[in-house]
C-alpha cells in the first residue's frame, strides 16, 4: 500500500480551516485515505471528526496512505496540501 509520511506545516496543525481543506481534498480523490500519527490508528481522511482527533499540530509527522488505481497521485497531492502552512494563504473566495 502506497504511504507518505508529511509533516504538518499549517501553523495551527490540522485545526480549523487547515483540517477542513484537508479533508476535503481527500474527500475528493479517486481512492480511499487514511492519515495516522505515530501513536495513533489510522483514521479515515475524509472524516473531519477523525482528522480533527488525531491532535497534529505544526510539526508533527502524519503518515497518509491510499490503495487503487490513482493512489500515488492522490497521496502525492494531500502530501503537498499537509506540508503547506494553509494559514497564511487567503481563502480561495478571497
Same mark, same amino acid.
Given at each position: 500500500?502506497?504511504?507518505?509520511?508529511?509533516? %504538518?506545516?499549517?501553523?495551527?496543525?490540522?485545526?480549523?480551516?487547515?483540517?477542513? #481543506?484537508?479533508?476535503?481534498?481527500?474527500?475528493?480523490?479517486?481512492?480511499?485515505?487514511?492519515?495516522?500519527?505515530?501513536?495513533?490508528? &489510522?483514521? &479515515?481522511? $475524509?472524516?473531519?471528526?477523525? %482528522?480533527?482527533?488525531? $491532535?497534529?499540530?505544526?510539526?508533527?509527522?502524519?503518515?497518509?496512505?491510499?490503495?487503487? *488505481?490513482?493512489?500515488?497521485?492522490?497521496?502525492?497531492?494531500?502530501?503537498? #496540501?499537509?506540508?503547506? =502552512?494553509? =494559514?497564511?494563504? *487567503?481563502?480561495? =473566495?478571497?
Amino acid at each position: 500500500m502506497p504511504t507518505r509520511t508529511v509533516t %504538518v506545516g499549517s501553523a495551527s496543525g490540522l485545526h480549523a480551516r487547515p483540517a477542513a #481543506l484537508f479533508v476535503a481534498a481527500a474527500a475528493a480523490q479517486p481512492v480511499p485515505v487514511t492519515i495516522r500519527t505515530a501513536d495513533r490508528r &489510522p483514521v &479515515p481522511a $475524509g472524516s473531519i471528526l477523525s %482528522v480533527l482527533a488525531l $491532535g497534529a499540530k505544526q510539526g508533527t509527522e502524519v503518515t497518509i496512505e491510499a490503495e487503487g *488505481e490513482g493512489a500515488e497521485a492522490a497521496l502525492e497531492a494531500l502530501a503537498e #496540501l499537509l506540508a503547506r =502552512d494553509l =494559514d497564511a494563504e *487567503e481563502p480561495a =473566495d478571497a
